[in-house]
């Protein structure tokens, strides 16, 4: 029997078909440039001008010294001149001069084979019995989240380098109140949050004690239990730490865009609503795991009746749920996109109402950097909706759950204790050690795969995908808030 099989094929095909298509086939450039996103021309010298009823300079009159070098005057105009902007629809060109295009283009065309091969492995574990290969799409899953996580810290890290604006205090704010957060909901008893994680759960319970026979078999003895548990939680804290620091600017970009996006839609009821929905929607994730409200409410039918759900049921209804807040959030994009390309028109209507000139160059690269930043938006926001989308993906395959079509099988394992031969045939010939080896490595990947047993997975998987939830609900709350009262005031 194969270790991966068909999927290994399958997976080649698909970045086979990735590398060729993307450079004439791209759903991250076509997302940008397929018509529906307008974006403001800045005005040229000649229209300033024209709108502040002056003439072309014949001659540099007025100049300025600047290290040795004689410097024309940049020019100014008044503020309040009646400045329009013009629209055009952003084309392939335009989306070439935009900051980190590239990248923003390579994680959602890789996002969507991803997600295709993850399609390819459910559809293939359902009509096959095939338990002794790899999960591919697994590695498509793992592989997505690490690139959404590298491109987001990247994105960080341009605010970490600002040294007035402030952002860097920002992060390290929200760290430290992620850090807060996070060591109180780890220690909430499991009757009010369901994540299996604490003591006398069979999740860490039971992965205790895979890893202690495992490393018994390697002559290796295990910390005590105590000791084991509180680094297993002191980890946890620091990953929900981080997160919290990388998705802070996203969530305070998401309510800015949010306030936007409702103001353009102010005569579109229904859109109006889906926009209510994307933005309050992780807190219906936050809520599918606190047992009194969801599990209790929903399992507990009144009067002593039948159950309205079962147990496997829930957890099916709990990955729907999560998938349809994806869907929404994803369903409108275009207009919080659009939304943060308006800011250069709000800009320039602000503009009109101050006194004063200003020169024409700092118009011109207020307009343009409204728009070379459109990509970075575009990462904030599709971001988080990729961690929380493939962090679910992988609760489902891991954690042994099921999308209704088959049941689940929650497969509680502990390591058998592997007795090894006292020696081996010195005349076997090539073809037994081929199958020495072979046997060897199917029985290490095994004993692996018993150590870490799906419900560690539940465990581990249902406490990251409600903490992307949790991240994003606070940051765009208080960032609405901020944008919304603080900033007006």
Not at 159 to 179: K, N
Request: glycine residues 6%; hydrophobic residues 45%; aromatic residues 12%.
């Amino acid at each position: 029997q194969g270790v991966v099989g068909v999927q290994l094929v399958v997976s080649l095909v698909m970045a086979s078909l990735m590398q060729r298509l993307t450079p004439h086939y791209s759903i991250g450039r076509w997302l940008i440039c397929n018509g529906s996103l307008l974006r403001f021309r800045h005005p040229t010298d000649d229209e300033l001008r024209a709108l502040s009823g002056k003439q072309k300079p014949k001659m540099k009159r007025d100049s300025r010294r600047q290290n040795g070098v004689t410097e024309p005057k940049p020019e100014t105009v008044p503020k309040d001149i009646n400045l329009q902007l013009d629209t055009k629809p952003i084309t392939t060109m335009d989306a070439l001069v935009l900051r980190y295009f590239l990248e923003y283009q390579w994680l959602v065309d890789f996002v969507l084979y991803a997600t295709l091969v993850y399609l390819f492995t459910e559809v293939y574990y359902c009509l096959v019995s095939a338990e002794t290969e790899i999960n591919v799409g697994v590695l498509w899953c793992l592989l997505t989240l690490v690139f959404a996580v590298k491109t987001l810290v990247t994105l960080m890290s341009h605010y970490f380098r600002t040294e007035d604006g402030g952002e860097r205090s920002v992060c390290l704010t929200f760290a430290f109140l992620f850090l807060v957060i996070a060591m109180l909901v780890l220690v909430i008893s499991e009757d009010y949050l369901e994540f299996g994680l604490e003591p006398g759960d069979a999740c860490f319970d039971v992965f205790y004690e895979n890893v202690s026979n495992f490393l018994r078999q390697q002559g290796i003895q295990l910390w005590p239990f105590s000791v084991c548990r509180l680094i297993f939680k002191l980890s946890l804290v620091g990953l929900c730490s981080f997160i919290g620091a990388f998705l802070t600017f996203p969530g305070l970009r998401l309510a800015q865009t949010q306030l936007d996006a409702l103001k353009l839609t102010a005569d579109r009821p229904l859109i109006q609503f889906l926009l209510h929905i994307s933005f309050l929607s992780p807190v219906l994730v936050l809520l599918l795991w606190v047992k009194p409200v969801a599990r209790n409410f929903v399992l507990n039918a009144p009067l002593g009746k039948e159950k309205l759900l079962s147990d496997s049921g829930y957890n099916t209804a709990r990955l729907w749920a999560i998938m349809a807040v994806c869907a929404v959030r994803l369903a409108v994009t275009r207009y919080h996109l659009q939304a943060y390309l308006n800011l250069a028109d709000k800009w320039v209507d602000q503009l009109k109402r101050e006194t004063g000139h200003i020169a024409m160059i700092d118009i011109q690269r207020k307009v343009t950097r409204v728009f070379c930043y459109l990509c970075v938006v575009t990462l904030q926001y599709l971001g988080p909706i990729v961690l929380l989308l493939h962090s679910t993906l992988l609760l489902k395959v891991l954690g042994d759950y099921s999308w209704g079509v088959y049941p689940e099988t929650p497969g509680i394992t502990v390591v058998p204790e592997i007795v090894t031969a006292a020696g081996s045939d010195p005349s076997a010939d090539e073809e037994e050690d081929y199958q020495a080896t072979v046997s060897h490595i199917t029985a290490s990947l095994g004993a692996l795969r018993n150590v870490l047993t799906p419900l560690f997975y539940r465990g581990l998987f249902s406490f990251l995908t409600w903490w992307l939830a949790a991240c994003q609900t606070i940051i765009s709350l208080f960032g609405l808030y901020f944008h919304q009262y603080l900033m007006a005031s």
